[in-house]
C-alpha cells in the first residue's frame, strides 16, 4: 500500500517555475514507478511525465517536453517534477501516481495508486 500527497502547486505569472513535490508513505516506494498526470477543467486527465522505480528512465509528454524535469529521491520517498518556463495552457490540476508495472505509461488507468492533486495556475 502507498500513499501519496502532492504539494508545490500555486499561481505562477507565464515563464515562470515550481517545483512539486510527491511525498509517499511505505517503505516500498524505492519499487514503484511514478507518473505526473494533469487535468484542466472539462478536460481529461492527461499524462504529463513519468519516471522508472531507479530514477534511470524518465519520459515526457511532448507539450512539456524540454521545460519540466522528472527526479526522484528515493531515500526521501519523493517524487519531484521541475516546471520551467510555464505557460497558461499548463493551467491544471497536477497528480502523481505510483504502480510497481507501469513503466513509462501514459495511461491513468495503468496506475494502482493516486494522490489528492495540487492546483497549478499559470496566469498570462
Known amino acids: 500500500q502507498v500513499q501519496l500527497v502532492e504539494s508545490g502547486g500555486g499561481l505562477v505569472p507565464a515563464g515562470g517555475s515550481l517545483r512539486l513535490s510527491c511525498a509517499a508513505s511505505?517503505?516500498?516506494?524505492?519499487?514503484?514507478?511514478v507518473g505526473w498526470f494533469r487535468q484542466a477543467p472539462g478536460k481529461e486527465r492527461e499524462f504529463v511525465a513519468a519516471i522508472s522505480w531507479s530514477g534511470g528512465l524518465t519520459y515526457y509528454s511532448d507539450p512539456v517536453k524540454g521545460r519540466f524535469t522528472i527526479s526522484r529521491d528515493n531515500p526521501k520517498n519523493t517524487v519531484y517534477l521541475q516546471m520551467n518556463s510555464l505557460k497558461p495552457e499548463d493551467t491544471a490540476v497536477y497528480y502523481c501516481a505510483a504502480d510497481m508495472t507501469a513503466l513509462g505509461s501514459r495511461h491513468p488507468d495503468s496506475y494502482d495508486y493516486w494522490g489528492q492533486g495540487t492546483q497549478v495556475t499559470v496566469s498570462s
Open positions: 511505505g517503505r516500498t516506494f524505492s519499487r514503484y514507478n
